[in-house]
């Protein structure tokens, strides 16, 4: 287990010492947002009709953004080949840079997420909603992230690639997770889209590290 | 006896074939080194010895584990081509890291290793302000810490002045005396007695 908080430890320095590395996906997450009410309409029910599915694909976006980078820079400099080579089990070592990625991308994505809904008239009810799927969605875009990213380290200029990739794997979860705030818009039940969540997010944390390593293995072989 | 046992090993990349029947038997305390024009697939063999490539046919075995085991990773040190460090974290933080990836030692050994490769006063310097030679020395002070038993070492001399190539030259010479294998690829002259040659 140590070597999975080692990894953890080392990503997070690693990212605080660079930090454009997780503040300019952050960054196209606000400015995106707050685009929103100049380009389309200022109208407060306007807003808050379109505020879950603007919010969403955003935050889809911002994440996809900061994919590349997962393995990137332990690919370039020869970390990677001696994670893969370690005795440790790869899975884990994976699974502790996808929770770094995590916590520097979906965790400030959920904290922000609250004032980006109150900019877009949601009550209160709803952002709470808003923050429950985060929550439980994030993860999900990290790891399942994480493997198209290790599908693709080594092949350079891969960002569209990554995009045609991950996008088709991301829908459902866009799907299920617009439509719970939706539906709880127009108070409406929602324990079925949160189900599908939280059961994508323990499949996808129980097989998405194994996939991930195995991908890897292939990729740079 | 410690001994490493290469089989009819074939490596193919590509349309291209490397190598083919490649076959040797490498024991306690000598050194191999694999020499051949550019491309004729020195480091794939060093990649495939330290399991990160799969050969079209053939096996490794370390001791009768096969390179696939646990016990063959745990006996292995493997340097390629680039030094594995982060240019984010000092040459102690690196270190650190990679020895918790290899089961090495504790961190008093470390400021050791630094400091034999004439690196101890910038072990909290961030390796992205260090100049390629000693980057080098960095990954290379691993050497002073390994408990395996086989080393594999790909161009462990590239960007080394002669005082560095002279420190690592003894301490594979150290680390055969005492029962070790080494198996390196260089372009350069090695001073190293008794040295065994494969020439791809």
């Known amino acids: 287990m140590s070597i999975f908080i ?40 306007t807003l808050s009709n379109m505020a879950p599915g603007i919010i969403w694909v955003t935050s889809m976006l911002s994440v996809l953004l900061s994919l590349n980078a997962l393995f990137h820079y332990d690919y370039d400099n020869g970390v990677l080949e001696q994670m893969i080579i370690s005795h440790h089990p790869l899975p884990l070592i ?42 439980l969605a994030t993860p999900c875009l990290s790891l399942i992230g994480a493997i198209g990213a290790s599908l693709i380290v080594g092949i350079k200029n891969s960002g569209m690639l990554l995009s045609l990739l991950i996008l088709p794997l991301y829908i459902p979860i866009l799907i299920f997770g617009t439509s719970a705030v939706s539906q709880s818009q127009f108070n409406l039940p929602i324990d079925g889209q949160l189900y599908f969540l939280g059961s994508v997010l323990i499949f ?18 | 006896m410690s001994k ?26 000598e050194i191999l080194r694999i020499s051949g024009a550019n491309g004729s697939g020195k480091t794939s063999l060093l990649k495939m010895l330290a399991g990160l490539n799969s050969p079209e046919s053939g096996s490794i075995s370390y001791n009768e584990n096969d ?13 390629g081509h680039l030094p594995a460090l ?40 961030l390796v992205g302000t260090l100049s390629a030679g000693q980057k080098k020395r960095v990954a290379l002070s691993e050497l002073f810490i390994s408990h395996s038993k086989l080393w594999l070492l790909d161009e462990p001399f590239t960007s080394l ?23 390196l690829t260089t372009h350069q002259d090695c001073k190293i007695e008794n040295l065994r040659e494969l020439s791809l």
Not at chain 1, 104 to 116: F, H, V
Not at chain 2, 4 to 29: E, H, M
Request: aromatic share 8%; charged share 15%; glycine share 4%.
């Open chain 2, 67 to 79: 390179v696939k085991t646990y016990q063959y990773q745990l006996d292995t040190f493997y340097l």
């Open chain 2, 161 to 183: 002045d002669s005082d560095g190539i002279e420190i690592i030259e003894n301490q594979i010479k150290k680390h055969c005396t005492e029962g070790g294998l080494c198996i």
């Open chain 1, 204 to 221: 996808s944390l129980i097989t998405s590290p194994f996939v991930s390593a195995l991908a890897l293995r292939i990729s740079l072989e």
């Open chain 2, 4 to 29: 490493l046992i290469i089989n009819d090993l074939s490596c193919q990349r590509g349309y291209n074939l490397l190598f083919t029947d490649l076959s040797f038997k490498l024991n306690a305390g």
């Open chain 1, 6 to 45: 080692k990894t953890l430890r080392r990503d997070l320095k690693m990212a605080l010492r660079n930090p454009s590395s997780f503040l300019n996906p952050l960054l196209f997450f606000v400015i995106a947002i707050s685009l929103f009410p100049i380009a389309i309409s200022p109208e407060s029910h």
């Open chain 1, 94 to 135: 994976l699974l502790a840079k996808t929770t770094a990625h995590w916590i520097l991308t979906g965790l400030p994505i959920i904290l922000l997420s609250p004032l980006l809904g109150m900019a877009l008239f949601l009550d209160s009810k709803n952002i709470y909603i808003l923050i429950l799927t985060l929550f």
């Open chain 2, 86 to 125: 982060s240019p984010e974290l000092s040459c102690i933080e690196n270190l650190e890291y990679l020895t918790q990836l290899s089961n090495q030692e504790s961190k008093s050994n470390l400021d050791g290793a630094l400091s034999k490769v004439g690196l101890n006063n910038y072990k909290n310097e």
